[in-house]
């Protein structure tokens, strides 16, 4: 059966949105993939890399339909392209520090280190081998970078499902972030743009984390120790395409 161009078949009926509801469905899949690989690439270790790959992310951005996720990232990149490379690697290291409930480790907001939390780093490597993707040796497969660009460049519908799993360690870093004042809160908001509006349980459960924190058992965590802030993503053809 033959679709018209108004959305419906040559018998008259309606088949839903039709190809202008899949093409605008298409740019915005696209639209959250460049979002996601630019907020895990701002969202590695400024280092040289990082500043090298900053001009690139920053146009990529740009292409962006004009919305909050655009405008978060786009005033990180102006604020991380006039900020001397030491004081941003000094900032970042500041910044993302366990003890102050602002990990980019998104299980240590619901396990802590326990023996669960390595059990979730297992069901998360799970997700990424059925995927075919791989992960660095010396990467936790919880780090929001690694999350995102999983969910830019591995399988998008999968690393969707576990951004939204963790929504309540990104709401409760989206916080802590905003207190502290710095610049990478805006980097977060562009992440929790992408996501579908929370239900009343992942607020509660959000409440739930600010209030008591992180369960405390410094066990079980041995296979998963990293010794060095992640470094930057290499970009790829994601950031390059019309959004």
Not at 31 to 60: I, N
Request: aromatic share 6%.
């Amino acid at each position: 059966m033959r679709t018209t161009t108004d959305g419906t078949n040559d018998d008259g009926t309606r088949t839903g949105s039709g190809w202008l509801g899949a093409a605008r469905a298409e740019r915005r899949a696209h639209a959250r993939a460049v979002t996601h690989q630019a907020a895990s690439v701002l969202l590695g270790y400024p280092d040289q890399t990082f500043f090298e790959q900053l001009p690139l992310v920053a146009r990529a951005v740009a292409e962006l339909p004009r919305g909050s996720a655009r405008s978060e990232l786009l005033g990180f990149c102006e604020h991380a392209s006039t900020t001397p490379e030491l004081e941003l690697s000094a900032h970042y290291v500041d910044v993302f520090d366990l003890r102050r409930r602002r990990a980019l480790h998104m299980t240590y907001y619901t396990d802590g280190d326990t023996r669960r939390r390595g059990h979730a780093l297992a069901e998360i490597k799970r997700v990424y081998s059925e995927a075919g993707w791989r992960v660095h040796a010396r990467e936790l497969p919880d780090h929001l970078a690694v999350m995102l660009e999983f969910a830019a460049r591995g399988d998008a519908d999968a690393g969707q499902e576990l951004l939204v799993l963790h929504r309540a360690g990104l709401d409760l870093l989206s916080e802590a972030l905003r207190e502290h004042g710095t610049p990478y809160a805006g980097v977060i908001e562009a992440v929790r743009s992408t996501l579908p509006s929370p239900r009343p349980a992942d607020e509660e459960r959000a409440r739930r984390l600010a209030s008591e924190g992180p369960p405390a058992e410094d066990v079980g965590m041995e296979p998963y120790r990293v010794v060095r802030p992640r470094e930057p993503l290499p970009l790829t053809d994601v950031t390059w395409r019309n959004a």
